[in-house]
């Protein structure tokens, strides 16, 4: 089994890489994450953002998991395969989900909202979809599991969990005026729900594997979001890493083989959090109007900067990555010139290139190495040979200070503009 994970804080372009590696697959599954993720996918023109489903769905040949560590919205499922409708996507067929997947319900939002608004100035961006609360349930052996769902009892220990919830929204102060509402939508969605496949998707996933078939396990979010090797508390919930694999499908470390890690030219990040190489001035405004970087799920706008090898080179190693994927080399086409942050200098004066536990507390200031950039167009592009000479030193330098192959450079949205070295 292959993963497939984000370096960084998310929105590397992991769906658009899930379509142009799906087919040397049979199956692609989710390990971790919810309806907090934004996998987009453009080809033929079209646009499309997944949330909770596998990105290998618009591929027939490919059987698509919902691993037992994702947590699902049932309201968003519904509309993301009704979403589906128009391209006689045959879901019953190449969608299944496990038993053992923890549900979202429509108190975890307003838990969520509730949470995020006591924390004043302390936010930590959350999307408000519910998950933390989810996963915090899950934790706390409360939360509702898909298999649930089957249950004869299953209002009955819906109702516990809304009770149980309703005291802690009563302690914020929190309306739940909209509950009827929204519990109306959820449960019209279960009973969608309960259609579906809904498997022990850990037998289905070591079968495959025992039978030589080849799966992909696509990651949410990015590495330094994860729970315990982030910049905590301005993480996810969920393991995010290579290691999420294994506990978010049930395969152990051994299956494990090569390890995808996808990257930006540049870095990105959504909500709050300590990002060392943001730029504040008009470069990362040009960053972000170029990268049209708004968020896929939120439509926030995404803060900006260079390139950041130190946190790069984390990524890299707890994850056991075993090549990289540069995404959107294009939007650094506008640049004469091009940093790179190589070293971190603290307060003191001393210089790191370590991420340190205090790194999320101190004032650091990023140590930029320069290079010329390419300034002009990759239009029409479509082998690596063609690159102007100064994207290929940009690749050439990354790929020496990274110690891992640059397998594949992406110069655009869509499908045709993925260049493999």
């Known amino acids: 089994m292959d993963v497939l994970l984000g370096l960084q804080w998310g929105d590397e372009g992991k769906g658009k890489i899930v379509d142009v590696l799906a087919p040397k697959y049979e199956i692609v599954a989710r390990f971790q994450g919810g309806p907090n993720a934004g996998h987009t996918l453009e080809f033929d023109g079209i646009k499309h953002v997944l949330h909770q489903i596998p990105s290998g769905i618009?591929?027939?040949?490919?059987?698509?998991i919902i691993g037992n560590g994702v947590v699902l919205d049932p309201i968003v499922l519904k509309k993301e395969i009704d979403g589906l409708g128009k391209f006689s996507i045959d879901y019953m067929k190449n969608l299944v989900i496990s038993k053992k997947a923890t549900i979202i319900i429509p108190t975890h939002k307003l838990l969520d909202a509730a949470m995020e608004t006591a924390k004043g100035d302390k936010k930590i961006g959350s999307t408000l979809k519910g998950i933390g609360?989810?996963?915090?349930d899950k934790i706390g052996r409360t939360a509702l599991r898909v298999g649930d769902i089957l249950n004869p009892d299953f209002k009955e220990k819906y109702q516990t969990l809304v009770e149980k919830h309703k005291t802690t929204l009563s302690f914020y102060n929190h309306p739940t005026d909209m509950l009827p509402e929204?519990?109306?939508?959820?449960f019209a969605a279960v009973d969608f729900f309960k259609t579906l496949n809904l498997i022990d998707s850990e037998y289905v996933v070591n079968d495959a594997l025992a039978s030589n078939k080849r799966i992909l396990a696509e990651g949410a979010q990015g590495s330094l979001l994860d729970i315990d090797f982030g910049s905590y508390p301005f993480v996810t919930s969920s393991t995010t890493m290579t290691a999420g694999a294994c506990t978010g499908l049930g395969?152990?470390?051994?299956?494990?083989?090569?390890?995808?890690?996808?990257?930006?030219?540049?870095c990105t990040r959504v909500g709050s959090g300590p990002?060392?190489?943001?730029?504040?001035?008009?470069?990362?405004?040009?960053?972000?109007?170029?990268g049209n970087e708004f968020g896929s799920t939120t439509g926030r706008p995404r803060r900006c900067g260079w390139l950041d090898l130190p946190a790069l080179r984390y990524s890299i190693m707890i994850n056991g990555v075993t090549q990289l994927f540069m995404m959107k080399g294009d939007v650094l086409n506008i640049f004469e010139e091009i940093k790179i942050c190589t070293h971190y200098e603290l307060p003191t004066g001393e210089r790191i290139d370590r991420l340190s536990f205090e790194i999320s507390d101190l004032d650091v200031k990023p140590v930029y190495q320069p290079m010329k950039?390419?300034?002009?167009?990759l239009k029409g592009i479509r082998e690596y040979d063609d690159f102007p000479?100064?994207?290929?030193?940009y690749v050439t330098y990354l790929?020496?200070?990274?110690?891992?192959?640059?397998?594949?450079?992406?110069?655009g949205p869509d499908r045709e503009q993925t260049i493999l070295r």
């Open 251 to 266: 395969v152990a470390p051994s299956k494990i083989g090569e390890v995808f890690g996808i990257f930006k030219a540049y």
């Open 58 to 64: 618009f591929r027939p040949q490919i059987l698509n």
């Open 133 to 136: 609360p989810t996963y915090q």
């Open 399 to 411: 790929e020496n200070e990274l110690g891992v192959p640059i397998k594949l450079v992406s110069i």
């Open 182 to 186: 929204m519990e109306e939508q959820f």
């Open 389 to 393: 000479i100064e994207l290929k030193d």
């Open 373 to 377: 950039g390419w300034n002009t167009s």
């Open 275 to 290: 990002f060392p190489t943001e730029l504040f001035d008009d470069t990362g405004e040009a960053m972000r109007k170029e």
